[in-house]
Structure formats: C-alpha cells, structure tokens
C-alpha cells in the first residue's frame, strides 16, 4: 500500500469517526475539501501556518506547516531552547489551524497556553493526557482531521 493511500484511509477514518462522534458530516466533508485546496495551495506556494498541507513523498506523509518535520521528538513545556522553536511552531500552526484549538501565538515558545492546548486535543483524540507531543501525538497531529 502506498504512503499516499495510507494516509487517505488514515484521514478519512479519522474524519469518519470525528461526524459519527459530533453527527456533522456536512462539515467534516467541507474540511475536507478545504484541506484539498489547502494542499494543493501549500504545495504551490511553499509553507503556510494558516494552511498546513499535506506533503507525500517517499520518506514524510502527513500534514505540515513546514517548520519540522518531527515525529518521534519530544517536546513539551521545558523545551524552550532554540533547539525545540520550529518545532514548537510547527505543534502550535497545526494544534491552531488544522485542528481548531487555541495554542496562543504561533511564536515557538511552549508556554501554558501551548501546553493546555495540546492536553485537551490529546483528551479529545483519546491519547495519554500529558501536555507532551511525542511520537503518538505528533502522529495524530499530521493525520489531519479538523475538530
């Protein structure tokens, strides 16, 4: 099965479950759509926060705002350094505009905000509540599917 075909199943199921669990299936269906237009704009256009896209190549498949293209890295409160700051970005453009929660400002600082964002989508996608994006939440999060 190919990457791009995985990713397909993996994001409509989960827009499945997500109008099976809120009963609007209109609306998932229009963020679909829009994620379509928003992919094929990324990809036109380069990164964007405000539309993260899908990239699918041989070696990433999965929603990005192109600051990192972490998946397995920790990263929570008491990662603050330089080192962690796109990848914070990244956990805040894709916590912010791909699933509807309120990360505060796309600034690459895990502060409180940051840090209750991503416990409430962890609790809502049913993920260890820890406030930390590891290698399930950071899976999760690419998936795509918008609250």
């Given amino acids: 099965m190919t990457l791009r075909r995985k990713a397909t199943l993996i994001v409509s199921s989960a827009v499945l479950v997500g109008t099976s669990l809120t009963g609007t299936a209109s609306a998932a269906a229009t963020a679909v759509e829009a994620r379509t237009a928003a992919t094929a704009a990324g990809t036109a256009a380069g990164f964007d926060c405000e539309s993260p896209y899908l990239r699918d190549t041989e070696n990433y498949n999965g929603y990005t705002a192109g600051y990192s ?75 795509g599917y918008q609250k």
């Avoid at 409160?77 to 400002?105: F, M, P, T």
């Avoid at 962890?122 to 290698?135: E, R, S």
Wanted: glycine residues 10%; proline residues 3%; charged residues 20%.
């Fill in 69 to 143: 293209w972490a998946w397995n890295v920790e990263v929570g409160i008491n990662y603050n350094n330089s080192q962690y700051h796109d990848r914070v970005k990244e956990i805040q453009c894709l916590v912010n505009n791909l699933w509807g929660y309120d990360a505060g400002a796309e600034d690459g600082i895990f502060g409180p905000t940051t840090e209750a964002a991503v416990k409430a989508f962890q609790k809502d996608v049913g993920l260890a509540v820890d406030g930390i994006v590891g290698p399930n939440t950071w899976r999760v999060l690419r998936i």
